[in-house]
């Protein structure tokens, strides 16, 4: 059954419902957290701010600010707000300096998360006779499990890919005749091009819409893709530790993404000196969660830079929309839709013996992310042989991989052979800038 909303009641409700939902909501989640979480309890205290100074939006400011690196002081445990009996999943995502973001979550929170999900695939025309194959990743990342939830929420045959394995995606999404692809932009791009090189044309396949997000990409892309697989291409935004993806989507109009304000508010700050700044202006965005039980987060700061707007939206609901991220106030890498601190690689370097002087070059080739490290050779190694110093890129490689979760090309160079920077030193080459993508 076509429809337009997934909860058209919330979907839609007036500025003056949104605000009356979110005054209400904040201050009971600020009392929870505040009797539930002692990192946060300190956090506030430090501020002088009590749960009883909280009274709706107008009070969010006094709150103190939440960073990554709170999460990291805290992990694993620290910023769990219900006993874990209470707790159903973990989701996870990668942290500044290896520890990793663990994300809690309680029945009601997944039932939530898959709402938003179920929004996103709503606005995209997904109903329940759509074929839905989601081919974001499964396991820790948000991805899979997100859009997977979303689907069954909806109703729609769900297709558990998983990524990778194109050959497998495509015979899957010709035979069972997928009508909603679920996966970031470039894969959905890599398909187009795959499905081209065996020789299908777009009409050849079902699919009418695809769901794509969890890295940056451009409206360039966006007619690349759209093309090449002859669907509407729907851009869809969110974080592991505020759920995952759902937090924003796009609905027919296809100019920024809704944020689901009924769970969380966003603001936009200045990251430099934490101010909020008004709609309209390029900045931080920062997001308080409204309904969470296992892992709620006040004022979080996601580093992603983007704008907001209230413009009416020709699509009928009325929750704000953000822009796409336009680039970020930390040195996060997003590579093939895995995020990456140089930090993390630093320390893999240090931990392995080496001196941290190397440099990162991410591409995009074929739509494909390409992800090389260049690292100093210890001066003891210089002299090795060739296969000497392979086997040493290959155990250096294989500790990336377990530390990032993905497979950088690593070069060993020749000692003091990386330009020394008198300024800070250029650790990163993202040659993806040129393709207009805002990394
Ligand atoms: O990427 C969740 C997600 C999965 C979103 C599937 C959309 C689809 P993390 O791995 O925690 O979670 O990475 C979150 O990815 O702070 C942004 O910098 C970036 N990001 C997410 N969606 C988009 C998007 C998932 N549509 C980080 N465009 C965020 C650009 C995005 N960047």
Avoid at 61 to 84: C, I, Q, S, V
Wanted: charged share 30%.
């Amino acid at each position: 059954m076509q429809r337009k909303y997934f909860q058209p009641e919330i979907e839609t409700m007036s500025a003056d419902w949104i605000k009356r939902v979110q005054d209400e909501k904040l201050v009971k989640q600020v009392r929870y957290v505040y009797d539930n979480v002692e990192y946060y309890r300190h956090l506030m205290d430090e501020k002088g701010v009590k749960p009883e100074d909280i009274h709706g939006i107008d009070d969010l400011h006094k709150l103190p600010f939440l960073k990554k690196d709170d999460l990291r002081e805290a992990y694993p445990y620290g910023l769990l707000a219900t006993d874990m009996k209470n707790c159903v999943r973990i989701q996870s995502t990668s942290g500044t300096t290896g520890k990793r973001v663990v994300a809690f979550y309680t029945q009601h929170d997944v039932d939530l998360w898959e709402d938003c999900c179920a929004r996103a695939l709503v606005a995209a025309g997904c109903t329940n006779e759509d074929v839905c194959q989601v081919c974001y990743g499964y396991g820790l990342f948000t991805g899979g499990a997100g859009l997977h939830g979303g689907s069954h929420k909806v109703g729609s045959l769900t297709l558990p890919m998983s990524s990778g394995n194109t050959d497998r995606q495509i015979q899957f999404m010709m035979d069972l005749e997928s009508t909603i692809l679920c996966c970031t932009p470039s894969y959905a791009a890599y398909i187009g091009e795959t499905l081209k090189e065996k020789g299908y044309k777009p009409e050849d396949n079902k699919l009418k819409a695809g769901i794509f997000g969890a890295e940056p990409w451009t409206e360039e892309m966006r007619r690349d893709i759209e093309k090449s697989l002859g669907i509407k291409a729907y851009d869809i935004y969110g974080l592991t530790e505020l759920s995952g993806p759902g937090v924003a989507f796009e609905c027919e109009e296809q100019t920024g993404m809704h944020i689901n304000e009924d769970h969380f508010i966003a603001e936009i700050i200045d990251p430099d000196t934490g101010e909020v700044l008004p709609l309209g202006t390029k900045g931080e965005l920062v997001f308080t969660s409204l309904d969470k039980e296992a892992f709620p987060l006040l004022r979080y700061r996601t580093r992603d830079i983007c704008v907001l707007s209230r413009e009416k939206c020709s699509c009928g609901r009325t929750f704000v929309k953000m822009t796409k991220p336009l680039g970020r106030s930390d040195d996060m890498m997003i590579i093939r839709g895995v995020n990456v601190f140089p930090s993390q690689i630093e320390a893999v370097l240090l931990n392995n013996g080496y001196a941290p002087n190397y440099q990162i070059i991410v591409d995009r080739v074929n739509n494909t992310d390409t992800f090389d490290i260049n690292v100093e050779m210890k001066s003891e190694d210089f002299s090795d042989t060739p296969k000497g110093i392979t086997n040493k890129e290959k155990e250096l490689q294989g500790a990336m991989k377990t530390m990032l979760g993905i497979n950088p090309k690593i070069h060993l160079v020749p000692p003091k052979s990386i330009e020394r920077s008198e300024g800070k030193a250029v650790r990163v080459i993202d040659k993806r800038k040129r393709l207009g993508i805002n990394v």
